[in-house]
């Protein structure tokens, strides 16, 4: 769900939706907003120097920041908790290489850099854990910040894709997943944290996996060529993962459903013959069709994507509607965009624009008033 990544295009920086995605944080050359996702309200605004993580703890007063360093006060070695009513910082945390990605929740503060991950605790900021991972270039992680499953997900390799989950409370490693035959390129925890989704490098296959078994629910093939995973996104569920959310850099928005039916029929076709043949075998039995919705941003241009809503019931409608969802965007192009999706029993899809907003132009707006 969240991304840090330096650009010399770009006008965003990084960009990130908090925990419940209710509001999301960007980062640019100047410094860093905050928006409303439901109004496109400018909620906050620094202008400060260059900042390439902007990490918001749900929707209270507490940021963790870490800057470009394109300012020599806003080192990329230096994470500051920042608290937006103040406009202050509370505390600051040194490192001796630049932070990848940070992480937050109500109890655990994760810091990762190329070859650690730092778990803290978020009230006193006592060290519960240092992580010795493989080199990790790209920072890249998931994390759970559901109470009953509080899961760190970090890279296992350099040359396969494998996943090392952590429980942060228990601070012990819970599983190793063994999800791709090439490097990770993207992970993602659903809301209750009892599924992971991984893409590898060659963005052709995703997979779901059940933590608390570590074994495969689900394997997708996004496309025949290889694309470059920007993001996963879980749609919000109580018990399972309904819809899962691919963006790629052809552009694209890929809907993948994890329906019980879909569950049941996969499993059925593939468990005898996973026993004995290969992970990719095993993978032409899964489903592989999904929904696309192409030229949803400029291809390369990258991209934070969530389903902030979703709704299964049928309706009234002439033509019955068995999904509908809401999915947000965010380019780094410097755009905010909120789709509705709807799909019929016929597992047709129509997409629609429903709210647009231009990040940049929005804080002017606001500036000037």
Not at 71 to 96: D, H, K, M, Y
Not at 175 to 187: K, M
Request: one cysteine or more; proline letters at 4%; glycine letters at 6%.
């Amino acid at each position: 769900m969240r991304m840090a990544t330096q650009s010399s295009y770009h006008p965003i920086i990084c960009a990130s939706f908090n925990q419940d995605n209710s509001c999301f944080a960007i980062g640019t050359r100047d410094g860093f907003k905050i928006f409303d996702c439901t109004t496109g309200k400018l909620l906050y605004e620094q202008v400060i120097g260059a900042f390439v993580i902007v990490e918001m703890l749900y929707r209270s007063s507490l940021l963790a920041i870490v800057g470009a360093g394109e300012q020599p006060s806003l080192s990329p070695r230096r994470l500051c908790l920042f608290n937006t009513v103040s406009g202050t910082a509370l505390r600051e945390l040194n490192f001796l290489t630049s932070i990848l990605a940070v992480r937050v929740s109500r109890k655990r503060l994760i810091v990762v850099l190329q070859e650690q991950a730092y778990i803290y605790d978020v009230n006193s900021l006592e060290i519960k854990r240092i992580i010795d991972t493989v080199p990790n270039l790209k920072g890249l992680c998931a994390f759970s910040a559901n109470s009953e499953n509080p899961y760190l997900a970090l890279p296992a390799s350099v040359t396969k894709g494998s996943v090392l989950v952590y429980n942060v409370i228990d601070l012990q490693s819970h599983c190793e997943i063994h999800a791709h035959r090439s490097p990770l390129a993207a992970l993602a925890f659903s809301s209750n944290g009892m599924y992971i989704a991984t893409a590898s490098e060659q963005g052709t296959i995703i997979r779901v996996h059940l933590i608390s078994e570590a074994t495969k629910s689900y394997s997708f093939r996004r496309g025949t060529y290889p694309s470059t995973i920007f993001s996963l996104s879980f749609g919000p569920s109580a018990d399972r993962p309904d819809i899962l959310l691919a963006t790629s850099s052809s552009g694209s928005l890929h809907i993948f459903p994890l329906g019980l039916d879909l569950n049941d029929r996969s499993k059925k076709s593939s468990s005898f013959l996973e026993n004995i043949m290969s992970g990719s075998v095993s993978d032409a039995l899964d489903p592989s069709h999904h929904l696309v919705f192409h030229h949803a941003f400029p291809a390369g241009v990258k991209s934070q994507t969530v389903i902030r809503k979703t709704d299964k019931a049928n309706t009234s409608m002439s033509e019955p509607v068995a999904l509908r969802a809401t999915v947000s965007v965010i380019s780094f192009s410097g755009y905010f965009q909120e789709y509705g999706l709807r799909v019929n029993h016929k597992n047709e899809a129509a997409w629609s624009l429903e709210h647009e907003l231009n990040l940049l132009t929005a804080v002017a707006e606001k500036s000037s008033t």
